[in-house]
Structures are given as structure tokens and as C-alpha cells.
């Protein structure tokens, strides 16, 4: 059953473009709170999280397994070390100060899917006491959401911006911990509201394909995708 489920893949990806990664992603999910000099945890998915399907981490596309995890305060940049638990890729790290600390992901796959080159984005913050002071997260786009544990049944302010710039008219998708998914489309600021019904974990995405040529790993090129997502959490 393995090795059919290894050909479908390699059929789907060589006779079917890019329809193998757009249906999956990498998220982050972690606490958004954290305690000054305690360890906190951060755990790196990859699959459909609307659907409920995460990999193993030996079958995550190209080389996803391989991923960096950084951090970045107001000070400096750190990759954080990855351990493979076999569902997920996992970290840790004690913030020694009060602030916003930074997580991201920013990998493109060595390997393409087609003639399309694939890079996976994803972020996470973690505010540590109640000092604001954080660094810019250097993504080529990014979600811009209140740092706190939503309450249900209420509304997430969500902006969607690329470099500093707010991208309108582009859709969003909101995925909730039970299965229930919905594609909003942004504002003219960027901006989404969504609703945060259910208690759990949301993962918000938004995928990005341009024209774009050029040589990866010996390999030409046409188009390039990006997708991005990010986490809330609700109570």
C-alpha cells in the first residue's frame, strides 16, 4: 500500500502540476503566552490541517523535514534546534526577557513540483510578560492578528501584508479545530474578521502563485508559489 501511495504522488506531481503541495501546508503551533525563564515549546506540523491529516514527518514533501525553525526578538536571531518526534518537528527555547518573540518558517523546497518552485511560510508569535517591543518578522508576507487566547464565539481581526504593503482582494482560509473551514476574502487594508466559534487551535493560510522563471538546483522554473499560514488559539 506504501509503495502505491509513493506512485500516486510521483504521478500526481509529474502529469498533475502542482496539485501535491497546494493541498498541504507547514503550520507552527504553540502557546501564545509565555513565562520569562521557563521553557517554552514549539511543534512544526505539515499536512491538511482542515481535514485532520498530518504526516509523518519521513513522508513530508521534498525536503520539509529538513526545515529551519528561527527566532527573532528585538535583539537578535536564532535558529532554534529541531528534534523529530515522528508527527512533528519540535523545539524549545527559555526567553530570558519580556517582549514579542518572533517564530517562522521560511523554506522552499529543493525539489519542484513540475515547472513550479514551492515555498512554505509559516509563523508564530509569543508574548512574554507585557513589554511590546519585537522585531519585524522577515517573511515575504505575513499575518498581522492580536497576540492573546481568543475568546469564543467572538471575532479575529486578521491582516494579510506583503513586505509592509496590505494585499486586498486576496482570500484567506480559516480552518478550526473541528473540521469546519472557511475562505474569506481580504479588505481593502488587508483585513479579514473571522469567526472563532469552537475552542481549539486555528490555522489561517493563504496561498500566492506568480509568474516567475528561473533555475533552482539545476532545474528551470515558471512559476513560483508561496504558501503561508499561521496559528491562533481560542478558549
Known amino acids: 500500500m506504501y509503495y502505491v501511495k509513493q506512485l500516486?504522488?510521483?504521478m500526481i506531481v509529474l502529469f498533475g502540476g502542482n496539485q501535491i503541495v497546494q493541498a498541504h501546508a507547514i503550520w507552527i503551533e504553540s502557546n501564545p503566552v509565555g513565562i520569562k525563564n521557563q521553557s517554552h515549546t514549539i511543534r512544526v506540523y505539515y499536512g491538511e490541517y482542515a481535514t485532520g491529516e498530518i504526516?509523518?514527518?519521513k513522508d513530508w514533501?521534498?525536503?520539509l523535514n529538513q526545515l529551519k525553525l528561527n527566532l527573532v526578538n528585538s535583539e537578535n536571531k536564532v535558529e532554534l534546534k529541531l528534534t523529530d518526534k515522528g508527527d512533528y518537528l519540535e523545539a524549545s527555547f527559555v526567553p530570558a526577557k519580556d517582549g514579542i518573540y518572533q517564530i517562522?518558517?521560511?523554506h522552499p523546497a529543493k525539489e519542484l513540483g513540475g515547472t513550479t518552485r514551492y515555498e512554505f511560510l509559516a509563523q508564530s508569535q509569543i508574548q512574554v510578560g507585557k513589554d511590546a517591543a519585537y522585531a519585524a518578522i522577515p517573511?515575504?508576507?505575513?499575518?498581522i492578528f492580536q497576540n492573546k487566547i481568543f475568546k469564543t464565539n467572538g471575532l479575529v481581526e486578521i491582516q494579510l501584508l506583503r513586505?509592509?504593503?496590505p494585499v486586498a482582494d486576496k482570500e484567506v482560509?480559516?480552518?478550526?479545530p473541528n473540521g469546519w473551514s472557511k475562505n474569506y476574502k481580504t479588505d481593502s487594508q488587508g483585513k479579514i474578521k473571522a469567526e472563532a466559534i469552537w475552542a481549539g487551535t486555528y490555522v489561517i493560510e493563504n496561498s500566492h502563485m506568480a509568474d516567475q522563471s528561473g533555475t533552482w538546483n539545476d532545474k528551470?522554473?515558471?512559476k513560483n508559489w508561496q504558501g503561508l499560514t499561521a496559528s491562533f488559539q481560542v478558549k
Not at 173 to 176: A, E
Open 61 to 63: 514533501y521534498s525536503d
Open 173 to 176: 482560509l480559516v480552518m478550526s
Open 139 to 143: 517573511l515575504a508576507a505575513h499575518f
Open 163 to 165: 513586505g509592509n504593503s
Open 220 to 222: 528551470t522554473y515558471n
Open 55 to 57: 504526516e509523518k514527518t
Open 8 to 10: 500516486l504522488i510521483a
Open 104 to 106: 517562522f518558517v521560511s
